[in-house]
Structures are given as C-alpha cells and as structure tokens.
C-alpha cells in the first residue's frame, strides 16, 4: 500500500495528509490517505443520497474519492472530497452548504475533530 497513485494532485494529497497526522496527532487524517492509495477500481464514490442519509444539519463528512449529484441535499453540510460533479457542488451549494477540498477541512480543523468519513 505504500505505492503512490500516478495523479499527482492525489499523491501529494497523501503525503500532506500523512504529514498533517503526525503533527496534529489526528489518526483521521491517515486512515483516508490510506482510503486514497487504492487501487483504480476500488475508489470510492459517493451519491449525495448517501451524505443526505448519514448526516445531520451542519456536520463535516470527508469523501476520499468523488461526490456525485444523484440524489438531493436538503441540509447545509460541509462536505470535503478529492473531486465533485458539477451537479453535486450545485446541489451542496443550494442547500446552503459547502464544497470543498480535503486539504481545506485539514487547515480548518486540523484535529478533525466531528468530522465524518463518508466511503
């Protein structure tokens, strides 16, 4: 598992996540780089179904892959991915919520603290 993948957004995406578990001593961080060094055909993707499912009125979930738009969010939630569809960042920003990238939650709770892991 130590391999790193070929695209080097996520590769570096890794190591700045392993590097900010050290430091801030947040195992959180770790667990989705290794979630993040999967093989091609075992990445993860996540409808917002699923987040609307699993989440409550403005909580932090953390998709180690990307966010599709099938489905609808009727909650502002935080939500932090590799990559969004287009549908799906329109649909989070309708419901009042936020789409951002992984490293963003890092430096905005580098404990990750209540933040969820959506896979």
């Given at each position: 598992?130590?391999?790193?993948?070929?695209?080097?957004?996520v590769a570096s995406l890794i190591k700045a996540l392993k590097v900010a578990a050290n430091k801030h001593e947040a195992p959180i961080w770790r667990t989705i780089s290794k979630k993040l060094q999967r093989p091609r055909r075992r990445k993860i993707v996540v409808n917002l179904s699923k987040i609307e499912r699993y989440t409550k009125d403005g909580e932090a979930v953390v998709v180690p892959g990307k966010v599709l738009g099938a489905?609808?969010?009727?909650?502002?939630?935080?939500?932090?991915?590799?990559?969004?569809?287009?549908?799906?960042?329109e649909k989070i920003k309708a419901a009042k919520g936020q789409a951002i990238r992984i490293m963003e939650l890092v430096e905005q709770n580098p404990k990750g603290s209540?933040?969820?892991i959506i896979a």
């Open positions: 598992m130590d391999r790193l993948p070929e695209n080097p957004v489905g609808e969010l009727t909650r502002p939630i935080t939500v932090a991915a590799v990559a969004f569809s287009k549908s799906a960042e209540k933040v969820r």
